[in-house]
């Protein structure tokens, strides 16, 4: 993406590998991108054996059934936008990726595990993804992941504090 001149984030179990300090399987890399169908054209012209599938929230790309690349649209969620603004850069081999921040990658896992759309599966990994970046990290800026939340939903920055408080006492997140 770097190299087509494209502002991207890295997100899903990609980001929080580098939070967590415990790898978690995945199968696609998820990224949020500024211009998606730029980035759908990058792609698609490095990886021409792939399907491209294109929804009104997320570019999807396959191999066969399994999905390979979600690139999401910064329109999806007001977060995204944010955490496109926010990301800060990590160094992965000779790599340079963007990553979303503590608190970005905190807010994205809220805002996964609150959709009504996601299956209930995928929310109780994004629950158990979000217990384990909590614990992994006891300096969380609790003000700036009120104001993330609070581009999820109306509200949402006092409902994502309440799950850190869940997380940090060892309860179960209420999703």
Known sequence: MRDAGIKYVIVGAHAINGYTGRPRATVDVDVIVQHPKKAARAIADAY???????????????????????????????????????AREIKVGRNLLRVPTLEGVLAAKFSSMSSPLRRLPDRQQDAVDFIRIVEANKQIDLSVLQELGDLVFADGGKDVLKLVVDARAGRKLNI
Do not use: A
Not at 57 to 86: A, C, Q, Y
């Open 48 to 86: 021409p054996s792939l399907q491209m599938q294109d929804t009104p929230v997320v570019i999807r790309f396959k191999d066969d059934h399994n999905e390979v690349i979600d690139v999401m649209k910064p329109t999806g969620s007001p977060l995204w936008p944010r955490l496109l603004k926010d």
